[in-house]
């Protein structure tokens, strides 16, 4: 008997558009952000801190609501995702590599953050190989935001109907 199959893939778990930078590491932290991991120099930060070259802790606060779908908040997560959907938008990794690491995504992705050398866009996708840990990435959308807008639609637009799919399999209580 063989056990069932385990697919890592890499996802977009939330979101957040950025409503205010607070550079944590150059300035006091607001009051209001005082219990904030970032604005609390502990242990964990104290060492991660002390391995680069300058203090770069950010604070990235997010806007009240999205500017391209005021009725959505400007942060939160996504429900729901289904690894043997390829055309999610959330699903990062490709869906024919065996590697979660190799991703197939919009080639405006190539302006992340955190990325590291990678290969040149290739037309409308980027297939960059994500090396090392990583859990949040700063996308710069310069020259490209009606691309990422329709990106943005296509990407809250399946996630809402993952979620009402999900509902309507419920079985009522």
Known sequence: MSSPSCTLIHVIFGWLQVGEVIAAGQVKSPRRLHRHPHAMVSGIVRSELGQRLENNNTLYIP???LSFW????????FGPFFSNDGD???RLSEPEQKLPSQWRVPSFFSTLSNMGKQ?????????PRRRGPGQEFVLHTGGC?????KWLERLFETAAATISRNRSHEHPR
């Open 63 to 65: 806007r009240p609501k």
């Open 70 to 77: 005021p009725e959505i908040d400007g942060f939160g997560t």
């Open 88 to 90: 999610d938008p959330r």
């Open 119 to 127: 290969p040149a866009p290739q037309g409308t996708e980027w297939y």
């Open 145 to 149: 935001e009606r691309e990422v807008e």
